[in-house]
C-alpha cells in the first residue's frame, strides 16, 4: 500500500533538489509530483525546465553562476519526462496559475475536465492528505509555494521523509503565521496573488 507523503517548499529551486533526491533515492518519477505558483510566469509553456539551466546563483538564466547551483524548476521537467507524463498549466480557483507535472497535477487536470469541485483541496484530501495540512499546503501555493507529493510504500517512510524535509516549510509555524494576519482557512473564492505579492511573499521567506 502506498502512502502520500506531502512538502511545501517556499523556492522551486528547494522544490527541485528534493525531487532530484527522490529520483536518486529510487522513488519512480511516476510517483512524483509537483505544483508550482506561476503566477509571475517563471515557468514558460514553449520551453522545459529541464533544459534551460538556470543556476541558484543566477536567476537571471545568464549561466554566470559558480558552484553546483540547481538547474531551476528542473523537478517539472524532471518529472514530466521520466514518467511520459505532460506539464500541466492550470487555473485554480482561488490559487490562480500554476504549473504541475506528475500524477497530482493529472489528478487536478481529470477534475477540472469532470467537473468536479474542489481543486488541488481536494486532490489532496482525495489522495489522503488531512484537511488541516491539505488548508495550509494549497494556501502554501497560493501564495507562491510549491508542492511536492510522492507516493511510497509506508515501509519506506523513514528514508522518503528525511529527503523531504530538507529545506521544507515547517507546517504549524506557517499555519501559526498565516492565522496571525487573519487567515483561517483556505478560501477558493479569494482573489489569487499577483505576480508582485508572488515575489514579496517569497522574498518574505528567503533563506
Known amino acids: 500500500m ?3 507523503v506531502c512538502r511545501l517548499y517556499d523556492s522551486y529551486i528547494d522544490a527541485n533538489q528534493v525531487v532530484l533526491a ?3 533515492a529510487g522513488v519512480p518519477p511516476s510517483e512524483t509530483s509537483v505544483i508550482s505558483n506561476n ?3 517563471w515557468y514558460k509553456a514553449n520551453r522545459t525546465a529541464s533544459l534551460v ?4 546563483d543566477d536567476a537571471s538564466g545568464e549561466g554566470s ?3 553546483e547551483g540547481a538547474i531551476l524548476g528542473a523537478a517539472i521537467g524532471a518529472t514530466a519526462a521520466t514518467a511520459a507524463s505532460l506539464v ?3 487555473a485554480i480557483p482561488g490559487v490562480g496559475a500554476v504549473v504541475g507535472a506528475g500524477w497530482l497535477a493529472a489528478m487536478l487536470g481529470s477534475m477540472a475536465i469532470g467537473g468536479v469541485a474542489g ?3 481536494g486532490a489532496l484530501s482525495n489522495a489522503g492528505i488531512s484537511e488541516e495540512d491539505a488548508q495550509v499546503f494549497v494556501e502554501g501555493v497560493r501564495r507562491g509555494g510549491t508542492l511536492v507529493a510522492a507516493r511510497v510504500p509506508q515501509a519506506r517512510l523513514p528514508q522518503v521523509a528525511p529527503l523531504m524535509n530538507r529545506s521544507a516549510v515547517n507546517l504549524q509555524e506557517r499555519s501559526e503565521l498565516y492565522r496571525k494576519s487573519g487567515w483561517q482557512s483556505f478560501d477558493p473564492n479569494a482573489g489569487p496573488y499577483t505576480a508582485d505579492q508572488v515575489r514579496s511573499e517569497r522574498a518574505l521567506h528567503a533563506h
Not at 539551466?53 to 541558484?56: H, Q
Open 119 to 121: 481543486g488541488l483541496l
Open 2 to 4: 502506498l502512502v502520500t
Open 65 to 67: 553562476g559558480k558552484g
Open 88 to 90: 500541466t498549466m492550470l
Open 22 to 24: 527522490l529520483e536518486v
Open 39 to 41: 503566477s509571475d510566469s
Open 53 to 56: 539551466p538556470l543556476r541558484k
